[in-house]
C-alpha cells in the first residue's frame, strides 16, 4: 500500500523556520518525482515546489522562491522542505505528493499524503 | 498559465449526468489532469493527459478536450462524488484551477 506520510507541521511566529518531512513507503520512492502542495484554509491547491528523483531539476513557486528549499534523501525514502521567513500568508496545510515521471519535474501527481497543518501567527 | 474552471459550484442529484469545464489561458496540450477532493481528505488523481482515467477510478468518470478547453464529465453521479473538483495543468511549470464543488441539489 502506497503511504506519504507528512510530519513537522506546527505553530510558528512570522520570520522563523519549520522543516516539513514526508516519509515514503509502497512504492520506489527513487522512480518519483516529488512536491510539495499547499491548501490555505478553505481555499484552492497551490503547487509549492517540486524535486525530480535524482535532484538535478528543482523548481520553486514564486511565492515561495528565496525563502523555502525542497531536498529528498532517497536511501531514507524521504522527502524534506526546509521553510524560512515564515508569513502569515504560508499558513495552510502542506501535502506531499508522488509523481510517477520521476524524471519530469512538471507532471500530474499520482500519490498525495494527508497533509500537515502549517499555521504562522504571533 | 491560469487554469479557471466552471461553474465555482454545481447543484445535482444522484443520477444526473455532470460536465465540469477548465479553460487554460493559453494552449497546455494534454497535459491536464483532474483531481477529487472531498473534506477533511487528500486529492485523489481521477484524469490524467485530458483523457486518461488513473488506476481505479470508475468508467463513469471520463476527460476530454486538448488545447486550452478541457471536460471533466460523470455519466451518473453516485452519492459519494459529491466534493471539489481540481483542474491541473503541467505543460509549463504547474497551476491548479480554483476548483468546482458538486454540491447535492
Known amino acids: 500500500e502506497v503511504q506519504l506520510v507528512e510530519s513537522g507541521g506546527g505553530l510558528v511566529q512570522p520570520g522563523r523556520s519549520l522543516r516539513l518531512s514526508c516519509a515514503a513507503s509502497g512504492f520506489t520512492f527513487d522512480d518519483y518525482a516529488m512536491h510539495w502542495v499547499r491548501q490555505a484554509p478553505g481555499k484552492g491547491l497551490e503547487w509549492v515546489s517540486g524535486?525530480?528523483?535524482?535532484?538535478?531539476?528543482?523548481g520553486y513557486a514564486d511565492s515561495v522562491k528565496g525563502r523555502f528549499t525542497i531536498s529528498r534523501d532517497n536511501a531514507k525514502n524521504s522527502l524534506y522542505l526546509e521553510m524560512n521567513s515564515l508569513r502569515a500568508e504560508d499558513t495552510a496545510l502542506y501535502f506531499c505528493a508522488g509523481a510517477r515521471e520521476g524524471m519530469e519535474l512538471w507532471s500530474n501527481f499520482d500519490y498525495w499524503g494527508q497533509g500537515t497543518l502549517v499555521t504562522v501567527s504571533s | 498559465i491560469v487554469m479557471t474552471q466552471s461553474p465555482a459550484t454545481l447543484s445535482v442529484s444522484p443520477g444526473e449526468r455532470v460536465t465540469l469545464s477548465c479553460r487554460a489561458s493559453?494552449?497546455?496540450?494534454?497535459?491536464v489532469a483532474w483531481y477529487q477532493q472531498k473534506p477533511g481528505q487528500a486529492p485523489r488523481l481521477l484524469i490524467y493527459g485530458a483523457s486518461t482515467r488513473a488506476t481505479g477510478i470508475p468508467a463513469r468518470f471520463s476527460g476530454s478536450g486538448s488545447g486550452a478547453e478541457f471536460t471533466l464529465s460523470v455519466s451518473s453521479l453516485q452519492s459519494e462524488d459529491f466534493a471539489v473538483y481540481y483542474c491541473q495543468q503541467y505543460n509549463n511549470r504547474v497551476t491548479f484551477g480554483q476548483g468546482t464543488k458538486v454540491e447535492s441539489k
Open positions: 524535486i525530480i528523483w535524482s535532484s538535478i531539476a528543482i
Open positions: 493559453q494552449s497546455v496540450g494534454s497535459n
